[in-house]
């Protein structure tokens, strides 16, 4: 879950002026990956809290000393850990010279945001340029739309075999021989291994040759065949990987594959929905396995768009640190309570959102399904009957927001000395009944694992676990064979790790 803030307070240790925090209530959670699952909060002139601070000393101006100011002030008062950190305590500032030491203990601004950070804390963040930490928000990067996992070629081994689980239309790799169920275990005629493989998939080089394997017995084994893969600056993800009317007895099943929740493709999204309700849906399922989270809004109309019953009620609340719970509480109560809708928020042009009034719906998961996703599960459980079906989910129930070095509040204008913005966790975020804790993960009601050797066709009523689905809506289940040989555990995933965000944007006082 992740919360990117747009506007926020810049204290102005080396300006020598009294600060103001000025929130613009508009948020958006993404995919809590590095959450990474989060929220996004823009703070506006006609929405603010404002709250006046103590003067600051001034001291001589250095480089990371500035930057070091705009971290500590912004995680002192945002962060959910900050009374669990002893450096964040309040009174760090209250002596200068104490204040100023704790500034020079880290010279590298990314070691002093890393020794702020709780003992417990996977997914807050700084990027020193903000620009990229924007894009990633907005599933924009430079990718060749190849999607995968990777995972151990055999139990007693340290090399590393990847298999792809799906690929971004009109991207480089939908242009080449290579789909869905493939395996490579090679990148530049170089083996994969724990060691390398990091280097090998996920550097700055924009051209690799992946080095194809196949299944030979239920083994991996290298084939002659190689596919040559080109990053696209600045590429474009589209979430709504596959969406289809399944005609399956007398049932009419709307299928939604969705992988990731960006507001870029709102419109796309309640286009989908408006096809199901035309068409009269009996049934649903929503196919998260490979959605590590996104923005809340977005959440917040697919839940209403499943729903329609619900208009106004609560679909989530927030909790953030005492001082911002406090803060938030006096000044905009209603901010903490994010309601089920019949429109997006848009002041310009809101579009009305389609309801299916489902009484049930069906979900696919896996290890992979994060932030926002889970969200979307946890935050219909107390209105509607959901059914899990995969594997269990991440377990990321916070948020955070991003933050960015204002020296100007009114203008927005960012320091020009440095780009540096961070990414913290600020909150946790409940259903309605208060339930948040899901740290392990969302446990399916059917667990069933993918299978690496049988992957199926996206869409397909044959695919494993998507059959599987089909089959307990038509009151029948049966058992989903496995051919692996051996119980893998999936490798980190850097790309999956940037995207687990959840940001929310766009809430308005009443």
């Known amino acids: 879950m992740e919360i990117k803030m747009m506007n926020y307070f810049k204290k ?47 001291i001589e101006n250095s480089a990371f000393l500035e930057i070091n100011d705009f971290i500590w002030e912004n995680l ?30 880290k010279d590298n ?3 002093f945001f890393e020794s702020l950070k709780y003992k417990d804390d996977r997914y807050s963040s700084i990027n020193e340029d903000y620009k990229e930490l924007e894009n990633q928000l907005q599933g924009i990067s430079a990718s060749n739309g190849l999607e995968f996992q990777l995972t151990y070629a055999c139990s007693t081994c340290d090399e590393i075999v990847g298999y792809v689980t799906y690929v971004l239309p009109n991207s480089n790799a939908s242009e080449q021989d290579i789909k869905r169920g493939d395996f490579f275990d090679g990148v530049n005629n170089t083996k994969l ?58 049932k009419k099943i709307g299928y939604l594959m969705y992988t990731r929740f960006l507001s870029s493709y709102d419109e796309e999204l309640i286009q989908v929905f408006n096809d199901f309700s035309d068409n009269n849906i009996t049934d649903l399922v929503i196919d998260l396995r490979y959605n590590p989270g996104g923005q809340v809004n977005t959440c917040i109309y697919l839940a209403s768009m499943i729903t329609g019953q619900f208009v106004g009620e609560v679909f989530s609340k927030e909790i953030w640190n005492s001082k911002m719970n406090e803060l938030i509480k006096e000044e905009y109560p209603q901010r903490l309570e994010n309601l089920f809708t019949d ?37 219909l459980k107390p209105y509607i009957n959901v059914i899990q079906i995969g594997d269990v989910t991440l377990g990321k129930n916070v948020g955070s927001i991003t933050l960015y070095d204002y020296i100007d509040n009114n203008s927005l204008t960012k320091n020009p000395n440095h780009n540096y913005a961070m990414q913290p966790i600020v909150l946790k975020i409940a259903n309605s009944e208060g339930n948040a804790d899901f740290v392990n993960g969302l446990l399916p009601d059917k667990s069933i694992k993918e299978d690496k050797f049988n992957l199926g066709i996206i869409g397909d009523v044959n695919e494993p676990i998507l059959s ?14 496995t051919l692996d040989t051996f119980e893998s555990k999936l490798l980190f995933n850097p790309n999956n790790s940037k995207k687990q965000i959840m940001y929310v944007q766009g809430l308005k006082k009443k």
């Open 468 to 481: 599987e689905t089909l089959s307990r809506i038509n009151g029948s289940s049966k058992k989903v064979k």
């Open 109 to 111: 601004p990314k070691e």
């Open 12 to 58: 102005g240790f080396f300006f020598n002026y009294k600060f103001k925090i000025i929130i613009v209530i508009n948020m958006f959670i993404i995919s809590c990956s590095n959450d990474p699952d989060d929220y996004i909060i823009n703070f506006v002139p006609d929405n603010t809290i404002i709250v006046e601070e103590p003067e600051l000393p001034t």
């Open 343 to 379: 429109k997006t928020d848009s002041e310009d042009n809101p579009i009305s959102l389609p309801g299916l009034n489902m009484s049930e719906v069906y979900f696919i998961t896996s290890q992979s399904t994060a932030s926002a996703s889970e969200l979307l599960i946890n935050g």
């Open 193 to 250: 291994t724990v060691s390398n493989y990091v280097d090998l998939l996920f550097s700055n080089k924009l051209k690799y040759t992946l080095n194809m394997a196949q299944v030979d017995n239920n083994t991996i084994v290298s084939s002659n065949k190689t596919v040559q893969l080109t990053k696209v600056e600045n590429f474009q993800e589209n979430p709504i990987q596959f969406n289809k009317i399944l005609n399956v007895q007398d």
């Open 76 to 105: 002192n008062q945002y962060y959910y850990w900050q009374a669990d950190v002893p450096d964040l305590s309040d009174e760090k500032e209250s002596n200068q010279t104490t204040y100023i030491e704790l500034l020079n203990s």
